[in-house]
């Protein structure tokens, strides 16, 4: 039982490039999330996905484009990075986004940063 | 969107004291986590409080919840080096589509000196 895996762990990347970072829970978990972390801030939450084939932004989602692929899998696209994007990447999960929020299970996280 | 705010921002103590982080928060919530943070790593849930509890208990942490103050403090008793790390309170938030989402603070960055 892994938890939350994400891929790469770290990844440099030059302005206009694009990437995708994957990320995977085995917890049989409906709703995933993908958080940034900047230096001496919390977690800003990019996108989420409540359950399996939707997808809704979060508070900072510009640059960005997810998919759910499956209940299992959440992945974040960056189309053409911007070194405002250089930052962690966390992804998490829960078992819903009911009307009593439950704990989430967090990733290791990304560490990217845009030349 | 409301936030919870950690207060202080940095926190030294010796091992073996106690250490109190405090979160205030905006609007009226469903339940208030803390997660902890390690150098380098992702959240770990710590604890989860619910807007009908004052307080709860788990080993050596100790959460209250004063909801008419919109407030929760953290202790961690008799601390150790391995506490060492970024302590952050969450609180959900209902989104337009009547879900909810954490909204994390910035943090309480925890040092514990041997």
């Known amino acids: 039982n892994a938890g939350v895996t994400q891929t790469p762990k770290f990844q440099v990347l030059k302005t206009g490039q694009s990437m995708t970072l994957q990320c995977a829970q085995d917890m049989n978990h409906n709703s995933m999330y993908w958080y940034r972390q900047d230096p001496g801030m919390g977690l800003r939450l990019i996108y989420y996905?409540?359950?399996?084939?939707?997808?809704d932004k979060g508070e900072v989602p510009n640059g960005y484009n997810v998919s759910r692929l499956n209940k299992r899998e959440f992945s974040l696209r960056l189309e053409s990075a911007a070194p405002s994007q250089t930052s962690v990447y966390f992804c998490a999960s829960s078992e819903s986004t009911g009307p009593y929020q439950e704990t989430q299970y967090f990733g290791p996280g990304t560490r990217l940063l845009v030349l | 969107s409301q936030q919870g705010e950690e207060d202080p921002q940095a926190l030294s103590i010796q091992e073996g004291e106690n250490a109190t982080m405090n979160c205030s928060y905006k609007t009226s919530i469903n339940n208030l986590q803390w997660y902890r943070q390690n150098s380098g790593r992702g959240l770990v849930h710590l604890i989860l409080?619910?807007?009908?509890?004052r307080e709860k208990h788990s080993g050596r942490l100790r959460v209250t919840l004063d909801t008419s103050k919109k407030s929760s403090s953290l202790l961690i008793t008799a601390s150790r080096a391995a506490d060492t790390a970024s302590y952050f309170c969450?609180?959900?938030?209902?989104?337009?589509?009547?879900?909810?989402?954490?909204?994390f603070g910035k943090g309480t960055k925890l040092t514990v000196n041997p």
């Open positions: 969450a609180t959900a938030e209902y989104t337009q589509g009547g879900s909810e989402k954490l909204v």
């Open positions: 996905s409540a359950s399996e084939g939707t997808t």
């Open positions: 409080i619910r807007s009908n509890e």
